[in-house]
């Protein structure tokens, strides 16, 4: 079992605000961790909050356009426009813009289904920053989260797709099993067998698509 993040455009509704970006994020490493302690660490469920930011630092109209299109995310219509193009919404996103510009694709991204909290705020921030010809290095600031829902901080993260593979995918306790996940792309890959860790960390890092072959690391194993 596989996945990885991927980087897309979409639309949303009309007299919000353009296009998503979605991006790949960087998270901290963590495990590995027992199938056990795993579970308890990580969330259930598949309900999304939006967590604003500090919004101080934005134009009015940004302010405006930006509380708008983080709040929609969570929104029924948007969540089935976002599934009629083959995408989820999922945990952990975030979403950064440029503070002075009203919203549009050059000027905001949202990270989706990445692995912690800070991995989607610096996914989203990196993309942002990107944006736009001859933009200034670190001129936007991140503006939302998109969370579990019961989200409280936890030692252990894996991204909302990770979280359900494992859940749904685990088998039993007949033959070793290893989750791999990559910290800076969102990719992970669950591995049952002989040699499975190693297995799991090269087609984990194979989808990572890292020019320095991958950074997976495995965060859940049973031997």
Known sequence: MRHSAS????????????????AGATAAAAGPLTPRQAKKQLFRGDKLRVELLDLSGLAPTTRAQAEAVATSLTDPEIAAQWA????????????????????????????????SPEAAEAAAMQACNALGEGEREGECVPVALILPRRYKARDF?????ATEAFRTGWG???????LAYSPSTGAFVIARGAGADAKALASCNEQTGLGDGGDCVIGIAEE
């Open 84 to 115: 009629a193009m083959g995408f989820s919404m999922g945990y952990y996103g975030a979403m950064a813009v440029k503070p002075d510009r009203p919203l549009s694709p050059e000027s905001m991204a949202i990270s989706n289904n990445l692995h």
């Open 172 to 178: 039993r306790p007949n033959a070793p099993q290893y």
């Open 7 to 22: 980087v897309i455009a979409a639309g949303i509704t009309a007299g919000l605000a353009g296009l998503l970006l979605v």
């Open 157 to 161: 993260t894996l991204s909302q797709a």
